[in-house]
């Protein structure tokens, strides 16, 4: 009954397979008006079938029988943002790394680093170690978000994500 329409229908798949997607991204990918989606999205929301989560910069969407935790969650809204997904994959490939060598193999500037990766240690996601005057980072739990990129790959149009899982996949298949 509740997704008798077929754009409403469309909008649920779209997040069960994409859990995480921020409104923006929904509009984009549905080419449907800013109106039109908001009033599906508080349609499904109040027939409890997606839950809406504000992860500070994002309204984010996921399934209400989606599998994620809270803490999963969190991840999966990190892993959505371009610049934290490919400094979390930066660090999951070499299992630590300071400010310098990541902000240098990313092309970034360390500030945009530095920003990042204390959201993410804020978020409990990356922890830092302070050796002499050095700081390191490293992801706190590699084989949560392991896990979590291998069971959502095709929600990631990223061809970093599919070298990272083809790297992956087989030693956690094992």
Not at 126 to 143: D, T
Not at 146 to 155: A, C, F, N
Request: glycine letters at 4%; proline letters at 3%; hydrophobic letters at 35%.
């Amino acid at each position: 009954m509740e997704l008798e329409l077929e754009l409403r229908r469309k909008i649920y798949n779209l997040i069960k397979k994409h859990p995480g997607i921020h409104f923006r991204e929904l509009e984009r990918k549905l080419n449907i008006a800013t109106g039109n989606l908001q009033y599906h999205l508080q349609y499904l929301e109040k027939k409890n079938l997606i839950k809406s989560e504000n992860d500070g910069g994002y309204v984010r969407y996921f399934p209400k029988d989606c599998k994620l935790d809270e803490n999963g969650k969190k991840i999966m809204s990190f892993l959505r943002r371009k610049t934290s997904r490919h400094i979390i994959l930066y660090l999951l490939s070499k299992e630590s790394a300071n400010n310098k060598d990541i902000a240098k193999d990313l092309n970034l500037s360390p500030s945009t680093v530095s920003w990042h990766l204390n959201n993410l240690i804020n978020a409990g996601i990356v922890e830092k170690e302070k050796i002499g005057r050095e700081s390191l980072f490293k992801i706190k739990n590699p084989e949560k978000i392991v896990d979590i990129l291998i069971t959502y790959k095709e929600s990631f149009l990223d061809k970093i994500i599919d070298r990272f899982i083809e790297t992956w996949e087989p030693i956690v298949l094992k």
